[in-house]
Every structure is written in C-alpha cells, then in structure tokens.
C-alpha cells in the first residue's frame, strides 16, 4: 500500500473556490497508477468526485461535479489536486483521496477499487 496525505481543505462561501493536494509515498512502482477523490458528508454514502489514470491521463468526475472541479496529476511528484471551483453548501464534506494499481472499467469512482486511503481534510462551504 502507499501512504497518502492530503492537505488544503478549509472552510469558504458559496461561490469561492479550494485547492486540495495529496502525496503519494511508499508503495511499489505501479501503486498509485489511478488516484483519486471521494467525499463523505454527515450522514451520507462515501461518493466518488474524481479520479485520475496515469494512463493517457484519463480523468473522471461525478455528474455533481462537472465543470466546477478539476483533477490534475504531477507524476514526477506523485501528488494529485483537486481544483474546486464554484462551491456550493452541499460539497461540504470530508475529502478522501484514494489510490490503487487499476481499476475495472467503468468504476473509476468506486471506492471498492481502492487499496490505498488519506485520513480526509475537512471542507465546508457556508455562507
């Protein structure tokens, strides 16, 4: 497994903007090929927002998200971003990154798919 840690969660209003980073460190070569975000709010399912392969720099986002987040990938740094834009009071939740070797087809934003888990930073959008 590798180690995750994210950082650049915070609090912001409606309308501001966020950028979440995580580290990728340890594991072996191929351990963290598709990374990814997930959230979870109080009293809701884990959700998948975003993931992104190393391969041919595939990237996937839930239907909620689109057009407002952004994921990004520096494979000489082995970290991962999420630029969130646009924010709404329902994106607050706790931001997860995940990662993991593969992932079957079409499940990208599944979190059975992955082996690897941060300890989440926290974001809250309120007026």
């Known amino acids: 497994q590798v180690q995750l840690v994210e950082s650049g969660g915070g609090s912001v209003q409606p309308g501001g903007s966020l950028r979440l980073t995580c580290t990728a460190s340890g594991g072996g070569k191929y351990s963290s090929s598709v990374m990814a975000w997930f959230r979870q709010a109080p009293g809701k399912e884990r959700e998948g927002v975003a993931a992104a392969r190393v391969y041919r720099g595939l ?67 309120s007026v």
């Not at 839930?62 to 834009?85: C, E, H, P, W, Y």
């Open 59 to 125: 990237t996937y986002y839930a239907d909620s998200v689109k057009g407002r987040f952004t994921i990004s990938r520096d494979n000489a740094k082995n970290t991962v971003s999420l630029q969130m834009d646009n924010l709404r009071p329902e994106d607050s939740a706790m931001y997860y990154c995940a990662a993991t070797n593969n992932v079957e087809y079409g499940r990208a934003l599944s979190g059975a798919q992955y082996d690897s888990w941060g300890q989440g930073t926290q974001v809250t959008v």
